[in-house]
C-alpha cells in the first residue's frame, strides 16, 4: 500500500470528530463529484484505491484536502474500509463510508449523525429510500432482501438495509472486531460480530441515486458475489451454533433481575436487599470454593484467629457485596447517596490543568457508585474505566451500561489483552486532558504482564499495565479508594500524585515494581480498616513468603517476590 497524498492530514484531530473514508475501485468517473461533496461535511475526506485500473487519481489531483491511498492490487472493499479505518483512527473517533458510484448523497451524513443516541456507540446504517423504484435494478432488491435475512440467522441486527454502504463506525470498537472478510462480504459480517459483541446497529434514513441501466458503475458479480455472501453466512452460522451463548439459566437471571427491580419500585428497597441477602446466603452455602478464597485471604489479614472467626469474615464479606446493588437503586434518587473524600485537591489541580492522570481503582468498596458521584461532582470530569469483559454477568454488564449513560466511556478487556486501538483510545484520552482508571489488583487474563509484590505476608501478582501506561504517557499515577461507610455513606480518598521516572529499561522496571509495592502496601492498610469491603472473589494470594507451610496448601519455603 501507497500513500500518495498527505493532503488534509491532521484536519478534524480533535477527539470525537468524524472523518469520511471513500473505498474506490475503477470508479474515476464519478468519484470526484462524491469527493467534493464530501468535503462540504467539514470533515476531513480520505479516498482508498483498492488497485483500479482507470484513471481515479488524476480525477482527484486538482482537489485539495484529499487523502489518497492505494492499495497495489486490488483486495477487496472490505480490505479498503480497513485501510481507511486506520488511517482515519489516527484523526478521528467515527468513520462515515460512502460509496464512490454516486448513489450516496453526502449531506445525508448529517441524518446519521443525529441518529447517534447520547452516550452509546452504534454502527449506524443508512437505509435507503426508495429501493423499490426505477432504476434501481432487481438484482438490488433480492440482494438486500437475502442479506437481511441471513445477517438475522447468523446472529445479526435486524435491519432493513443490511448492504448500505453508507455507515458511520465507531473506529476503536470496529477495528478490534476481528473481521475475516477483505470483499463486500466485509459489510456483512461487521454487523453480526458487532451484534455479538454488544455493540448496537441503528439505521437512519438516506436518499439513494441509481444512474440509469448502462451508465452505473458497478463491480457486483451476480454468480460469485452470492457464492461468497452463502459462504460468510454459513461460517457465521456455524459460530453462532457451536459458540458458547447465553443459557437459558442466564436469560433468567435476567428477567428475574429485571422483575425484582420493578417490584423494589413498587414496594421499597428493603425487598430487593432482602433477596440480594438471600441470593449472597445462597452462594455462601453452595460454592465452598469461593468460601475458601475468603477463608485464606481473611487468615492473611487477620492471623492468629479461629477458623469459624475466617468463616464469620467470609460471611459478612458475601453480605457486604449486596450494597452495590442496593445502592446503586439508591444512586437514581437525587441526593441519596452521600460522600466525603481526602485527597480531593490532588485530583481537582491535574483536572484544572488538564493534564491527564492515571486513575488506579481497586477491588475495595463500589468503583460505579464513586464513578457516578465525582461524574456529579464535576461535570468537565472525562473518564475512560478499563474493565474486565464478563459478558455472563448480566448484573455487571447493566451496571456498564449506566455508567455508559452517565458518559462516562468503557473499554471492556478481554483475557487477551485487548487490542491495540484500546491502548490508542487510553492515550487519546490522556492528551486531551482525561482521566484513565485501571484495575490496580486485578489480572484479566494469563498473557498479560505481571509485576509480583509482596502483599499480607504472600506473594501476589498485580498487572503491571497501569504503571507501564502512567510512566509511558507521563502523567501522574493516583491511587483511589471508594469505600462505604454507613447506609448511604462513602469515603473517597484520593493518594498524591505519583510520577514514575523514565530512565533506561532496567530503571524502568525497577519504577514499575517499586510503584506496585507502593499500591499494594496502601491497600493492605486501607484493608485492614475496611475488611468487609474486599469484593475480590477470584484467588489472590500466592505462596506465603515466611517459612511455615499454609494451612490451607501445605506449601512452604522461603521465598521472594521476584521468584
Not at 481526602?342 to 491527564?356: A, F, N, Q
Not at 475512560?384 to 447493566?398: D, P, T, W
Not at 504503571?467 to 509511558?472: A, D, E, G, P, R
Request: a positive charge; one cysteine or more; hydrophobic letters at 40%.
Amino acid at each position: 500500500m501507497t500513500d500518495e497524498a498527505g493532503a488534509g492530514r491532521g484536519q478534524n484531530a480533535a477527539p470525537d470528530r468524524f472523518a469520511v473514508v471513500i473505498p474506490v475501485f475503477n470508479h474515476g468517473a464519478t468519484v470526484a463529484a462524491v469527493a467534493r461533496d464530501a468535503l462540504a461535511l467539514g470533515f476531513a475526506v480520505i479516498v482508498v484505491d483498492d488497485g483500479s485500473t482507470d484513471n481515479g487519481p488524476a480525477a482527484l489531483g486538482a482537489i485539495q484536502g484529499i487523502r489518497w491511498l492505494a492499495h497495489d492490487t486490488n483486495q477487496g472493499k472490505g480490505a479498503a474500509l480497513l485501510t481507511g479505518f486506520a488511517a482515519a483512527a489516527e484523526i478521528a473517533d467515527w468513520a462515515i463510508t460512502l460509496d464512490a458510484d454516486g448513489q450516496h448523497l453526502p449531506a445525508d451524513a448529517e441524518t446519521l449523525i443525529r441518529a447517534i443516541p447520547p452516550g452509546s456507540r452504534p454502527i449506524v446504517v443508512g437505509r435507503r429510500l426508495g429501493m423499490d423504484a426505477d432504476p434501481v435494478p432487481w438484482t438490488s432488491r433480492f440482494g438486500r432482501g437475502f442479506s437481511n435475512f441471513w445477517v438475522r440467522v447468523s446472529g445479526g441486527p435486524k435491519i432493513n438495509d443490511s448492504q448500505s454502504g453508507f455507515r458511520i463506525y465507531p473506529l476503536p470498537e470496529t477495528l478490534a472486531l476481528d473481521v475475516r472478510a477483505r470483499r463486500y462480504q466485509y459489510e456483512i459480517e461487521v454487523l453480526v460480530k458487532a451484534c455479538r459483541r454488544q455493540i448496537p446497529v441503528v439505521e437512519a434514513p438516506v436518499r439513494v441515486s441509481y444512474a440509469a441501466k448502462g451508465e452505473r458503475i458497478s463491480h457486483f458479480r451476480p454468480f460469485v458475489d452470492f457464492c461468497r455472501n452463502t459462504a460468510t453466512f454459513r461460517r457465521l452460522i456455524m459460530r453462532r451454533m457451536f459458540s458458547r451463548r447465553p443459557s437459558r439459566t442466564h436469560r433468567m437471571k435476567r428477567l428475574f433481575y429485571s422483575i425484582l427491580t420493578t417490584a423494589t419500585r413498587i414496594f421499597g428497597l428493603w425487598l430487593f436487599a432482602l433477596v440480594a441477602k438471600g441470593i449472597a446466603a445462597g452462594y455462601y452455602l453452595f460454592f465452598p470454593r469461593r468460601v475458601a478464597v475468603g477463608i485464606r485471604f481473611y487468615r492473611a489479614l487477620f492471623p492468629g484467629r479461629s477458623r469459624l472467626y475466617y468463616r464469620w469474615c467470609t460471611w459478612r464479606q458475601f453480605q457486604n457485596f449486596t450494597s452495590i446493588f442496593t445502592d446503586r437503586i439508591l444512586l437514581a434518587k437525587a441526593d441519596a447517596i452521600g460522600y466525603t473524600y481526602t485527597g480531593w485537591e490532588h485530583l481537582e489541580k491535574i483536572l484544572d490543568e488538564k493534564r491527564g492522570a492515571v486513575i488506579l481503582m481497586s477491588h475495595l468498596g463500589n468503583w460505579e457508585i464513586a464513578a457516578h458521584l465525582l461524574n456529579r461532582r464535576r461535570k468537565d470530569i472525562r473518564l475512560l474505566l478499563y474493565m474486565g469483559a464478563r459478558e455472563k454477568k448480566e448484573i455487571e454488564g447493566m451496571q456498564k451500561a449506566s455508567l455508559k449513560e452517565s458518559g462516562v466511556r468503557i473499554i471492556a478487556v478481554d483475557a487477551n489483552g485487548g487490542s491495540p486501538f484500546d491502548v490508542v483510545e487510553g492515550i487519546r484520552m490522556i492528551e486531551s486532558g482525561g482521566l484513565v482508571s485501571l484495575a490496580g489488583d486485578r489480572v484479566w487474563g494469563e498473557s498479560l504482564r505481571t509485576v509480583p509484590v509482596r502483599f499480607l505476608g504472600h506473594k501476589a501478582l498485580l498487572p503491571e499495565g497501569p504503571h507501564l501506561f502512567s510512566l509511558l504517557t507521563g502523567v501522574p499515577l493516583l491511587v483511589f479508594f471508594a469505600f462505604r461507610t454507613g447506609r448511604g455513606q462513602y469515603h473517597f480518598t484520593f493518594s498524591e500524585p505519583i510520577f514514575l521516572p523514565r530512565t533506561d529499561r532496567g530503571g524502568r522496571r525497577r519504577a514499575i515494581e517499586a510503584s506496585a509495592q507502593a499500591y499494594a502496601d496502601r491497600l493492605a492498610e486501607t484493608l485492614r480498616n475496611n475488611p468487609f469491603e474486599w469484593y475480590h472473589f477470584e484467588p489472590f494470594l500466592g505462596q506465603p513468603l515466611e517459612a511455615s507451610p499454609d494451612p490451607d496448601t501445605g506449601a512452604g519455603g522461603a521465598e521472594t517476590p521476584g521468584t
